[in-house]
């Protein structure tokens, strides 16, 4: 079957989970560093996918796409010099970051996350990052890209809380934003958004798989222990639909909006240092 920018686009959000919910690996892209230690105790049995090889591979099938593929060329790289970074390999997360901004990546506000913040000071760093081109609305959009990723994982870590104690059956999916739908000035932001879904994807399936668990040791002990609370049972059910449905509303109402006014002219980025990582 003949490779096209929608199964490539698929296969990196594939890996991408693959690599959030391999706790061998325990590690994240430095767009996603915050993950690192969730993921260790979230996501269960590691995949131990071999998501750098992937990632080539995901390279050298987009390469032969055209320029049509290039901005997949560019998230390969930018998904392996991520997993240089986490490795502490700086050679190998340069070299890759350079190839991906060549290809177009262009998320400047992902190369102010923490882990990237010693490299400020490489010239060879701040020489690539002085290539990065995008306009404001775009880089309106990557700065809400990441504080949905901050939320997801927010709503993610207030949920295994929240669900601890339950004594209901049901099942809760975490609340998410729904994905923006303007057309990108540069394709850079496309990258950025299967970053958001991958995240999505990873938490719900672990949130999924904990709700189950849950759920199906509430229904049995219910059949089998006669002092079972009921009673408390059907109020948790209640609460926890009330609180889905509040948590759900707030999602929605985070949805991105475009900024009137927001220039759509290519220009540099922001200077190096200029703002912080969203919070």
Same mark, same amino acid.
């Given at each position: 079957?003949?490779?096209?920018?929608?199964?490539?686009?698929?296969?990196?959000?594939?890996?991408?989970?693959?690599?959030?919910?391999?706790?061998?690996?325990?590690?994240?892209?430095?767009?996603?560093?915050?993950?690192?230690?969730?993921?260790?105790?979230?996501?269960?049995?590691?995949?131990?996918?071999?998501?750098?090889?992937?990632?080539?591979?995901?390279?050298?099938?987009?390469?032969?796409?055209?320029?049509?593929?290039?901005?997949?060329?560019?998230?390969?790289?930018?998904?392996?010099?991520?997993?240089?970074?986490?490795?502490?390999?700086?050679?190998?997360?340069?070299?890759?970051?350079?190839?991906?901004?060549?290809?177009?990546?262009?998320?400047?506000?992902?190369?102010?996350?923490?882990?990237?913040?010693?490299?400020?000071?490489?010239?060879?760093?701040?020489?690539?990052?002085?290539?990065?081109?995008?306009?404001?609305?775009?880089?309106?959009?990557?700065?809400?890209? %990441?504080?949905?990723?901050?939320?997801?994982?927010?709503?993610?870590?207030?949920?295994?809380?929240?669900?601890?104690?339950?004594?209901?059956?049901?099942?809760?999916?975490?609340?998410?934003?729904?994905?923006?739908?303007?057309?990108?000035?540069?394709?850079?932001?496309?990258?950025?958004?299967?970053?958001?879904?991958?995240?999505?994807?990873?938490?719900?399936?672990?949130?999924?798989?904990?709700?189950?668990?849950?759920?199906?040791?509430?229904?049995?002990?219910?059949?089998?222990?006669?002092?079972?609370?009921?009673? %408390?049972?059907?109020?948790?059910?209640? %609460?926890?639909?009330?609180?889905?449905?509040?948590?759900?509303?707030?999602?929605?109402?985070?949805?991105?909006?475009?900024?009137?006014?927001?220039?759509?002219?290519?220009?540099?980025?922001?200077?190096?240092?200029?703002?912080?990582?969203?919070?």
């Amino acid at each position: 079957m003949a490779d096209t920018v929608n199964s490539l686009a698929a296969r990196v959000h594939e890996l991408l989970v693959a690599h959030l919910t391999d706790s061998a690996a325990a590690a994240a892209p430095p767009r996603q560093d915050f993950l690192s230690s969730l993921a260790s105790g979230l996501f269960g049995v590691p995949l131990r996918v071999d998501v750098a090889a992937g990632l080539q591979d995901v390279i050298t099938r987009a390469a032969a796409l055209g320029p049509a593929g290039t901005w997949l060329v560019a998230a390969g790289h930018s998904g392996l010099a991520g997993l240089a970074l986490t490795r502490g390999q700086a050679e190998p997360f340069l070299f890759h970051l350079d190839a991906a901004v060549t290809a177009g990546y262009n998320d400047c506000v992902a190369l102010h996350a923490g882990p990237v913040l010693p490299l400020h000071q490489d010239p060879r760093f701040r020489a690539l990052y002085q290539r990065i081109r995008l306009t404001e609305a775009d880089l309106d959009e990557f700065f809400w890209l %990441h504080r949905e990723i901050r939320n997801a994982v927010r709503d993610a870590q207030e949920a295994t809380v929240d669900n601890i104690d339950r004594l209901d059956t049901g099942v809760s999916l975490l609340p998410q934003a729904p994905m923006p739908t303007r057309e990108p000035d540069t394709p850079g932001v496309l990258i950025t958004r299967i970053d958001l879904a991958a995240t999505q994807t990873a938490l719900q399936q672990a949130a999924v798989k904990a709700e189950f668990g849950r759920s199906s040791g509430n229904t049995a002990l219910g059949l089998i222990d006669d002092t079972w609370d009921h009673s %408390h049972a059907r109020r948790d059910a209640r %609460h926890a639909d009330d609180r889905d449905t509040r948590l759900r509303r707030a999602a929605e109402a985070r949805a991105f909006t475009e900024r009137p006014g927001a220039g759509t002219v290519v220009l540099a980025a922001p200077p190096l240092g200029s703002f912080s990582y969203p919070a």
